[in-house]
């Protein structure tokens, strides 16, 4: 990573290990007053192995300088530890918030339940409500035939009747006339007490229904107001960053100038940086812990994932301290358009899950803040899952690191985190 202080804001994370400026700035300074001496730094001659020679006005800036710097970089620590307050608060409200989301689904899931119950009791209602209006036909054809023949009906028995046996069984057909019509009109009254009792049901299913949406109203309530909050520490952090870049860009040019000269010592530092970063990995990967599950296998994915996976293989590092910029690149070469911002940024708009069950392949898995360097304190870290518990990322060159070992590593902070990048299910 290029040593100059001035950065663009909208440069992509310098999250791992072996992309961050471990060695402070007031340490490079310091180193180049050891090594070279204040008259060197300067452009001032001097005799090989001499002590430094300075006038007093090349001193005097030295230890502005010096003064300048230490400022800057309790600041910068200042700054730093607030960010890991923000990032864990920011943790937090993730973490409600996926719960949430949880009851809120299931609560859906029972509604959707109960109309669809509401629904069919409508239907039993309709057909019920047909019957009925069959059988309220067919007795009021009854009645008003027995009303126009009520009168002369016995009467036209009696003279049409040829015995006194064949009068007794042509009124025992009216009686049992008679008796069909009591009968349906007992079926007309429990076909309405079948109504009544299935619009009792009806009502207390939409009541029921009527209380779980209000529940469902405050859940969604807590919810926008969990949004409202993350919303809010994101644009805190939006605003500690802009005083990061404010800080960097105050440094005098004398402090920059310095730096740059000293380049090959922190070229040395980065290099012993990186073994370090090494020797933590592999101490990270002995004591590493495995989260409960697995996520999803390689030879599972669908076309879009594995041209995600072909993409993570293929593209090459853009340089050290750049895991989103590559992650971005990753997605643009395999068509799927560029991931914009830093791996904190690309956890808090994209990765919602940190179930295993829930990884896919093709899916960005990042943290937001990680305490191993100050740069990824403030930017986390990103990296792309291809499969078979295996995350492809950028750490100034391109690795597969077992996901346990990579959730090991960078989750003390925060909890590593995995989603669809710019909201695109590679699965659908």
Known sequence: MSQQIRRNPQRHAIDSPSCDTAVSRRAAIQAAFAAAGAAVLFGLPRLAGAEPQASQETTDKLNNAQAQLDDAQEQLDEISSQFEDLSRQLDDTLGQIETLQGQIDTTQANIDQIEQDISDTQDDIDLKQAQLD????????????????????????????????????????????????????????????????????????????????????????????????????????????????????????????????????????????????????????????????????????????????DSAYSTPSPGAGLCAGWVSMVFANAGFGSVPGNADDQYANWCTSSSKSNLKVGMIIAVPSHPHTSAGRIYGHVGVYVGDNTVRDNVGYIRSIDVDQWISYYGPTSTPRWGWANGINLEG
Do not use: C, W
């Open 134 to 309: 069959r059988k309220q036909e067919v007795l009021a054809t009854r009645v008003t035939s027995s009303y126009k023949t009520g009168k002369t009906g016995i009467l036209s028995l009696l003279l049409s009747s040829d015995s006194f046996d064949e009068l007794v069984s042509k009124l025992h057909y009216v009686d049992k006339i008679n008796a069909s019509d009591q009968e349906a009109i007992e079926e007309i009254h429990a076909i309405q007490d079948a109504l009544e009792q299935q619009k009792a049901l009806l009502e207390q299913q939409k009541e029921e229904l009527e209380q779980q949406m209000a529940e469902l109203e405050q859940q969604m309530s807590e919810l926008e107001q969990l949004k409202s909050q993350q919303t809010q520490q994101l644009d805190d952090m939006k605003a500690k960053k802009d005083e990061v870049q404010q800080l960097l860009d105050s440094l005098s040019q004398d402090v920059k100038d310095l730096i740059a000269q000293r380049d090959a010592e922190i070229l040395a530092a980065a290099q012993a940086e990186e073994e370090a970063r090494r020797a933590a990995e592999e101490a990270a990967r002995q004591g590493a812990t495995s989260i409960p599950g697995d996520g999803q296998s390689a030879i599972a994915a669908g076309t879009a994932q594995q041209r995600v996976v």
